[in-house]
């Protein structure tokens, strides 16, 4: 599976953007996509994921509240809508896939399908 993302870009504290990840396949074929992050120095951390089959999505902590994911099955497309943003949101967001439920859907090793990286930042 190819993810390919976009929408990454300079913005201000308490600004806003949307991430785009739009898949080679379609996406019910996929039970899991979502978002992880990586700042510079830092390891590669979860943010969010969609829940394909039920719909359910789950967040890190971190950006609760001020991230939204969504979903446009047609479009095979997944969103990160990201509002309030802190400059500790800067980072390269990367869109993941699977195929097969996991309760380590948390967890960077399980997913078998990443995008490139499209990169955050927010000046303070």
């Known amino acids: 599976v190819q993810l390919q993302a976009s929408g990454g870009g300079l913005v201000q504290a308490g600004g806003s953007l949307r991430l785009s990840c739009t898949a080679s396949?379609?996406?019910?074929?996929?039970?899991?996509m979502g978002w992880f992050r990586q700042a510079p120095g830092k390891e590669r951390e979860f943010v969010a994921v969609?829940?394909?089959?039920?719909?359910?999505?789950y967040y890190a902590d971190s950006v609760k509240g001020r991230f939204t994911i969504s979903r446009d099955n047609a479009k095979r497309t997944l969103y990160l809508q990201m509002n309030s943003l802190k400059p500790e949101d800067t980072a390269a967001y990367y869109c993941?896939?699977?195929?097969?439920?996991?309760?380590?859907?948390?967890?960077?090793?399980?997913?078998?399908?990443w995008g490139q990286g499209t990169l955050v930042t927010v000046s303070s």
């Open positions: 993941v896939s699977l195929k097969f439920g996991t309760s380590c859907k948390r967890r960077v090793y399980v997913y078998d399908s």
């Open positions: 396949v379609r996406t019910s074929s996929r039970f899991f």
């Open positions: 969609y829940n394909w089959s039920g719909g359910s999505t």
